[in-house]
C-alpha cells in the first residue's frame, strides 16, 4: 500500500468536511476517489498533499505518516500532483514549467549557479533534458519553448502532468483531470493515465466524469458528506445501491 | 490632595485616547475605500497631512474663520480623493495585487511631492478650536483639543453607523464591494460608489489631520507614519470592519501611550510595527473578527 | 557564444567611457549610477523574480553606508573589510526581519518592509552619537586597497563598474539557473510551487538577503566616493526609486537595470531646483510606468517591434 488515509478528518467550523475518512491506495494502480459535489475529495486531497492540515486522523505514505511535512518535502518524498484549476508558472515558458518539477532532484546551489560551475551547467542540461522527454510523452514538445499562458486550458492541463511526472514521483494526485475537457481531450487523457501506469507510477484521480472513472480505474473509492460510503472495483461500484442513490441519476 | 500616580494615569490615558482615535479615523478610512473597492489605500496617511495643511493655509494664510477653513479643507482633501481613484487607480486594466499596492505608494509619494513643494519641509502649527489653555480632571491636566478629537470620533462612527447600516445608499455600497460585478448588474452604478468611497476617505483621514495639527506639528512627510499606525490599527480590528477600526485605533494609541510613559520613548513609532507583526502572526483576521470568517 | 557579445562589447565601452568625457561632471554621475546598479540589481532579484514586495532596501543602502562610514572613519578599520563586515551585518539583519515577515503576503509584507525601513530611518537619525545625526555623516574617508587609495571620481569610477558588472553577470547567471526558475515560480504561483517541491520560504529569504546584502555593498561604494551620507538616503522614496530603476527599463533584465537606474540618477542632473521636485517626478514616474507601461521601456520597444513587424507582413 503506497498511501494509506486512516481517520482523515478536517472540521470547517463545526461542520465535518471529511469524517473518519480510511482508504489505502495498492502501489501500481489508478485508484479513482468520486462522490457527488461536496463530497469532500478535493479537502482530502488538500490534506494528503500538505495544503491543509487534518483535524483528526494520519496520512501514510510508503509507510512514513506525513503528519505536518510542507508540500515541497512531500513532493521530494515522490508525492505530486495536478490541480483543478491549472496553476501555469506565468512568464514562464512551456519547457521551463515542466524543469520545475526536475530541479528537485538535483543539489547544485546558489554558489555553483553564480559562478557557473561545471556542477550547476551539468544538473542544467540533465534537467533541460528530462523535461523535454515528459514533453515527449504527453505530446506538447513542439510548445516547448512557448509562454505557458499562451497555451489553451486543455494544453495547460497536459501541461502540469508533464511538470507533475517530471520528478519521477511514485503517485501522482490528479484533481479533476477532465473538467472542461471535450470528448477527443478526455480520452487523450485517458490514454495518458493508463500510459503513466505502465511506468509504475501510482494514480490517485478525484474525477467527475463516469467513463472516465470507469475506463482507466482499478479500484473506486465513493465518499459522500465526507465519508466512505462504498469501495471496490468500477464495476462493483457501478451497481451498488447505495452510490447510485448518492448521485440521485448522475451518470 | 493631588495623586500624583493616578492623575499621571489619567494623563497618559487621554494622551492615548487622542492619538488612538486619529489612528481610528485614518483605519476608518481605509476600512471604507477597502470595503467598497477591495484596494487597501496605501496614501491614506497623506490625506490626513494634506487636511491639516490645507485647513492651516486656509485660517492662518488666508486668513478664513476657522469653521469655514475645517468644512473646506474636508471637501478639498474629499476631492483630491476622488482625483486620485481616478487618475491613479482606475486607469489600471489587468488589476493585480502588487501593482495596486505600488500605485498607492506612488500616488502617496506624488502627495508628499506636492506637499514639499507648496509647504516646504518646516513643520506648522494650528491654533486649537476654542481658545481655553487646559482643563483640570483629577489633578491631570490636558488640552480641551483632546476632547474634541475624541468627540469628533464618537459621532462619526455614530454617522457611519447611521449611514451603512440605515440608509439605501450606504447598504448598496456594502454590497458593492462583495461582489462587484452583481452589484452593477443589479443597476448599482458602481463607479459613483466607489468615487464617494474615495471622497470619505480622503474626508476622514483629513478630519484626523485638522483635529490633531493643533496637538502636534504637522510636517509634510508625518502622512507616512500616520498611514501606518492607521494602518495597523485597521489590522488590528480586523480589516474592513468600521468597530474594529474603533477598537484597534483606540487600543493602540494607549498602547503607545502607555508604554512611552512608563516604559521608555523609544517604543513610541516602533509599537505600531510590533503590533503590526504580532497580530499578523498571531491572529491574522483582528480582534474584532471569527478566525474562520 | 554570440550571446555574450554584447555584455562584452558593453564591459568595453564601460571601461572606455571615462576617456570620452574627460574631466565631465558626468563621471561623478556615472559613479554615482554605478552604485545604485548594485542596489537596483538587488532589488530586480527579490521583486522582479522572487516576486516579494520590499519597501525597505534603501534601508539596507544606508545601513550599508553607514557601516563603512563608522568603521573605517571613527574605528579606522580597512575599508575592504569594513565594506565586507557591513554586507554580513546587514545580511543577518535582513535574514532577522525576512524571515518571519516573508511568510506574510500582499499588503502585510509591503507594509511590515515600510515600517521596518521607517524604524532603521529613525534610529540613524536618533544615534547620533554615532551616525552624525540629522545632518548626516562627513569626510567619510577614501576607499584603498592596500597601498592604493581611490580619490577622485575618475579613480572611483573604475572599482565601481568592476563591481556593479560582476553583480550583474553573477546574477544573471542566478537567474538563469534553478534558483532564478525557483524564484520565479514562487512569484507566479507559489501553492504549485511548492506543490512541485520548491522550499517557497527558503527562496524568499535567500532573495530577500541577498538583495540586502547587495545593497549593502552598493551603500559602501556609496559612501566612501561620495563622502557624504545622510539618513534621507534610507527614505521610503528612496526604496520606491530603486524598484523603479528595476522595473522601468525592464523587469528581470541586465539593460533594463542599466536604463532604469541610468535614467532615475540622470534626471536629477537634467532638472534645476530637482531636489525640490524628486518626489513629486518619483511618484508619477511610478504611477505612469505601472499604469501604461507595465513592462517597462524595454516592453515599450519589443512591442513596437512585434507590431510593425506585423504590418510589414500584411
Redesign the interface.
Known amino acids: 500500500m503506497i498511501l494509506e488515509i486512516r481517520g482523515l478528518t478536517r472540521f470547517f467550523q463545526r461542520l465535518a468536511a471529511v469524517n473518519e475518512l480510511s482508504f489505502a491506495v495498492k502501489q501500481g494502480d489508478i485508484k479513482a476517489l468520486i462522490g457527488p459535489n461536496g463530497a469532500g475529495k478535493t479537502t482530502t486531497f488538500n490534506m494528503v498533499t500538505g495544503l491543509l492540515a487534518p483535524s483528526r486522523g494520519s496520512v501514510f505514505f510508503k509507510g512514513e505518516e506525513l503528519a505536518t511535512l510542507p508540500p515541497h518535502v512531500r513532493a521530494r518524498k515522490g508525492l505530486s500532483r495536478t490541480f483543478q484549476i491549472v496553476r501555469p508558472f506565468a512568464e514562464m515558458s512551456v519547457l521551463e514549467n515542466v524543469m520545475i518539477g526536475c530541479d528537485m532532484r538535483t543539489g547544485s546551489g546558489l554558489f555553483s549557479a553564480a559562478l557557473r560551475l561545471p556542477r550547476s551547467l551539468r544538473d542544467e542540461r540533465k534537467v533541460r533534458r528530462k523535461a523535454m522527454e515528459e514533453l515527449e510523452f504527453v505530446g506538447l514538445a513542439a510548445r516547448a519553448n512557448d509562454p505557458a499562458t499562451s497555451l489553451p486550458m486543455g494544453e495547460q492541463r497536459v501541461m502540469e502532468i508533464a511538470r507533475a511526472l517530471a520528478s519521477d514521483p511514485e503517485i501522482v494526485l490528479f484533481d479533476e483531470p477532465a473538467a472542461g475537457l471535450n470528448e477527443k481531450e478526455t480520452d487523450q487523457l485517458a490514454n495518458n493515465l493508463l500510459r503513466i501506469k505502465e511506468r509504475g507510477i501510482t494514480v490517485l484521480l478525484v474525477e467527475h466524469d463516469m467513463r472516465l472513472v470507469m475506463r482507466v480505474s482499478d479500484e473506486v473509492v465513493v465518499i459522500n458528506y465526507g465519508s466512505l460510503i462504498a469501495e471496490g472495483t468500477p464495476s462493483e461500484i457501478r451497481n451498488n445501491p447505495e452510490v447510485i442513490t448518492a448521485y440521485l441519476g448522475t451518470s | 490632595m493631588e495623586n500624583t500616580h493616578l492623575s499621571q494615569a489619567i494623563q497618559f490615558i487621554f494622551a492615548g485616547l487622542t492619538s488612538g482615535s486619529i489612528y481610528a479615523l485614518v483605519a476608518l478610512g481605509f476600512d471604507i475605500i477597502y470595503n467598497v473597492t477591495l484596494v487597501v489605500n496605501l496614501a491614506q496617511g497623506e490625506f490626513l497631512m494634506l487636511g491639516a495643511m490645507t485647513m492651516i493655509s486656509l485660517h492662518s494664510g488666508l486668513k478664513l474663520p476657522l469653521p469655514l477653513a475645517l468644512v473646506l479643507s474636508t471637501l478639498i482633501v474629499g476631492c483630491v480623493g476622488i482625483l486620485f481613484d481616478r487618475f491613479a487607480i482606475r486607469p489600471l486594466k489587468k488589476p493585480s495585487i502588487m501593482l495596486l499596492i505600488l500605485l498607492t505608494i506612488g500616488g502617496s509619494t506624488f502627495l508628499k511631492g506636492v506637499a514639499l513643494l507648496i509647504w516646504g519641509k518646516d513643520p506648522y502649527t494650528a491654533p486649537t478650536f476654542t481658545r481655553i489653555k487646559s482643563i483640570s480632571f483629577l489633578g491631570a491636566s490636558f488640552s480641551p483639543q483632546m476632547l474634541w478629537v475624541i468627540g469628533t470620533l464618537v459621532v462619526v462612527s455614530f454617522v457611519l453607523w447611521f449611514f451603512f447600516g440605515r440608509t439605501l445608499i450606504g447598504k448598496a455600497m456594502r454590497a458593492c464591494a462583495e461582489n462587484q460585478r452583481a452589484a452593477s448588474l443589479m443597476g448599482v452604478d458602481v463607479k459613483t460608489f466607489v468615487m464617494i468611497s474615495y471622497f470619505l476617505g480622503g474626508a476622514l483621514g483629513a478630519l484626523g489631520g485638522m483635529l490633531i495639527a493643533p496637538v502636534s506639528f504637522m510636517v509634510y512627510d508625518e502622512g507616512t507614519m500616520m498611514g501606518l499606525k492607521g494602518f495597523a490599527s485597521a489590522v488590528l480590528g480586523g480589516v474592513g470592519s468600521y468597530p474594529g477600526a474603533v477598537v484597534g485605533g483606540l487600543v493602540l494609541g494607549l498602547l503607545e501611550s502607555l508604554s512611552t510613559g512608563y516604559v521608555s520613548s523609544i517604543f513610541k513609532d516602533i509599537l505600531a510595527f510590533l503590533v503590526l507583526l504580532c497580530i499578523l502572526v498571531i491572529k491574522p483576521t483582528g480582534l474584532m473578527k471569527r478566525s474562520d470568517e | 557564444m554570440i550571446r555574450i557579445t554584447p555584455y562584452i562589447l558593453f564591459a568595453v565601452f564601460i571601461y572606455l567611457l571615462p576617456a570620452m568625457l574627460a574631466g565631465s561632471y558626468w563621471i561623478h554621475v556615472l559613479v554615482i549610477i554605478g552604485t545604485y546598479v548594485i542596489a537596483a540589481t538587488g532589488v530586480d532579484l527579490v521583486v522582479g523574480f522572487a ?1 516579494q ?1 520590499s ?1 525597505c532596501q534603501a534601508a539596507f543602502f544606508a545601513l550599508g553606508a553607514y557601516a563603512s562610514a563608522i568603521l573605517t572613519t571613527t574605528y579606522h578599520v580597512d575599508p575592504i573589510l569594513a565594506l565586507l563586515i557591513g554586507m554580513l551585518f546587514t545580511g543577518l539583519v535582513a535574514y532577522g526581519v525576512g524571515a ?2 516573508l ?2 503576503k ?3 509584507l ?3 518592509t ?3 525601513g ?2 532603521i530611518q ?1 534610529f540613524l537619525v536618533t544615534m547620533a552619537q554615532y551616525t552624525g545625526g540629522p545632518d548626516g555623516f562627513r569626510d567619510i574617508v577614501p576607499l584603498n586597497i592596500g597601498s592604493y587609495t581611490f580619490k577622485t571620481d575618475e579613480q572611483y569610477y573604475y572599482p565601481i563598474w568592476t563591481v556593479a558588472m560582476l553583480i550583474l553577470l ?2 544573471r ?2 537567474a538563469r ?6 524564484m ?2 514562487l ?3 507559489d ?10 520560504a527558503r527562496y524568499k529569504v ?1 532573495a530577500f538577503v ?1 538583495s540586502a546584502m547587495y545593497a549593502s555593498l552598493a551603500g559602501s561604494l556609496y559612501a566612501h566616493s561620495n563622502r557624504f551620507i545622510s539618513p534621507q538616503m534610507a527614505d ?2 528612496r526604496s ?1 526609486e530603486m ?1 523603479i530603476m528595476a522595473v522601468l527599463g525592464g523587469i528581470r533584465t541586465v539593460f533594463g537595470v542599466l536604463i532604469g537606474t541610468t535614467i532615475m540618477k540622470s534626471i536629477p542632473e537634467v532638472l534645476e531646483s530637482f531636489l ?12 505612469v510606468l ?3 507601461m ?1 513592462q517597462g521601456l524595454i516592453g515599450v520597444v519589443r512591442s513596437v517591434i512585434t507590431r510593425l513587424r506585423l504590418r510589414g507582413e500584411r
Open positions: 516576486g514586495l519597501l518571519p515577515v511568510r506574510l500582499g499588503y502585510y509591503a507594509i511590515a515600510l515600517g521596518f521607517l524604524i529613525s553573477l546574477t547567471n542566478i539557473s534553478k534558483i532564478g526558475r525557483a520565479l515560480a512569484r507566479g504561483d501553492v504549485a510551487a511548492s506543490a512541485m517541491g520548491v522550499d517557497i535567500q541577498l521610503l522614496s520606491v524598484i525640490d521636485y524628486q518626489m513629486v517626478v518619483t511618484g508619477a514616474i511610478l504611477i505601472l499604469l501604461y507595465p
